[in-house]
C-alpha cells in the first residue's frame, strides 16, 4: 500500500525511471540466478571471445594446427593439477602442495627406473602409491589435527620439496638416459595427427581425467557428498556425511592425479628435473579459479578448471604471437583472476 502511494505522487516520467530500474534489477537478478546454475557459461565465453580476438589480431596463424597442438602440450600438465586442485578447492580446501608432489613422483619414478634399474612398471606403480601416500598425509593432518589445509598443504610443500632434491641430489635426468634405460616413462609425450595437429597421448589423459571427475562428481553418491561437506560441513555431518573419511579420500584422490600428472610430465619434458614445473601450484589454483570453481567450496564444476587452463593457454599463446613481453601475460593472468574472482563474489552475493 505504501509503494502504491508513493508512486502515486510520482509523475509519469518518474514512473518510468521506478519501472526501468525496476525491469534492470529484474534483469540482473535472472542473470546472476543464471550463472549461479551455470556456473562454466562465464569461463566457455572468455574462451570463446580470446579465440575470436586473438585470431583477428594475429591472423589465420594463430589457428594453425601446429600453434594449437603446441598450446595443448602446454597445458596438459596443469590441466591435470588443475584437477586435482578444483576437487579440494570444491571442499572449502586448498592445496598449496600439488606441484611438489608431482615434481616428487617424478623424481622417484626417474631414480627408480634409469638410476637404480628397477623396471618401469614397479617404477611407475611405486610412484602412484607415494602420491597417494602424499595425498593421504595432507588428509591425514588436516582432519586428525583440525589444521587449516592452507598451512598444512604450505609445510608438506616444502617437505616434498626438500625430499624430492635430497633424492635427486638437485640433478635432472637426461632424455638419452631415460630412452636407453626406460621409454615407457616418456610414453604420454607421444601422440597422434589430427587435422595436421599432433595431439599428444599427454593432452587425451587431461581430458580424460577430467571426463571421469566430472562423471564421479555428478553422477555418484561420494561426488554429491563432495559438494555438501564444502557447501556446509556442520549440515554434512548431520545428514549422515562422514565428513572427516569424505576430506581425507579426497586428498588421496587428488595425490594419485598428481602421480599421474607426474607420469606426463616426464612424457612432456622429455627429462626428469627436481626443479620443473616451480610455478604449477599456483598456475593450478589459477586454472581452477578462472574456471569458475568458488574457494568458498560446494559450487562450481570440475568442467571449468578444464576452460580455465585452455584460457590460460591461449592468452598466453596469443600475447606472445602478438609480440607483447612475456611480463604483459603474467599482468594478464592476474587481472583474469581478479575479475574471476569477482564475479563469484557477485554470484554468491545474489544466490545467498
Known sequence: MA???????????DKSVVQFEAERRSFVGRLQHFLHSYPTVVPVFILFASLVGFGLVVGGKFFHPFNVSLIMQQVSIIGVLAAAQAIIILTAGIDLSV???????????????????????????????????????????????KLPPF?????????????????????????????AAAPMLKWFGEGFLVLGAKITYGSVLMFAVFAVLWYVLNKTAW???????????????????RT?????WVYVLAGAICAIAAWSSIGRVGSVSPNAFAEANLQSITAVVIGGISLFGGRGSILGPL???????????????????????????GWLIIIAVAIDQWIRKVSA
Not at 618401469?120 to 595432507?138: D, R, S, W
Not at 598443504?153 to 638416459?177: E, K, M, V, Y
Not at 572427516?244 to 581425507?248: G, H, I, K, M, P
Open 3 to 13: 509503494r502504491q502511494d508513493f508512486e502515486n505522487k510520482l509523475g509519469d516520467g
Open 99 to 145: 606441484g611438489a608432489i608431482m615434481t616428487l613422483v617424478a623424481v622417484l619414478m626417474g631414480t627408480l627406473a634409469v638410476q637404480m634399474g628397477v623396471d618401469a612398471p614397479l617404477a611407475l606403480l611405486f610412484g602412484f602409491c607415494i602420491g597417494v601416500f602424499c595425498g593421504a598425509l595432507n588428509g591425514f593432518l588436516i582432519t586428525r589435527f
Open 151 to 179: 598451512i598444512v598443504t604450505l609445510g608438506t610443500w616444502s617437505i616434498f620439496l626438500a625430499t624430492n632434491r635430497l633424492i635427486s641430489g638437485s640433478q635432472s635426468i637426461r632424455s638419452q638416459d631415460i630412452d
Open 223 to 241: 561426488g554429491r557428498h563432495v559438494y555438501a561437506v564444502g557447501d556446509d560441513v556442520e549440515a554434512a555431518e548431520l545428514s549422515g556425511i
Open 244 to 248: 572427516n573419511r569424505q576430506l581425507v
Open 307 to 333: 576452460f580455465g587452463t585452455l584460457i590460460v593457454g591461449v592468452f598466453e599463446a596469443g600475447l606472445r604471437q602478438a609480440g607483447l613481453d612475456v611480463q604483459w601475460q603474467v599482468f594478464t593472468i
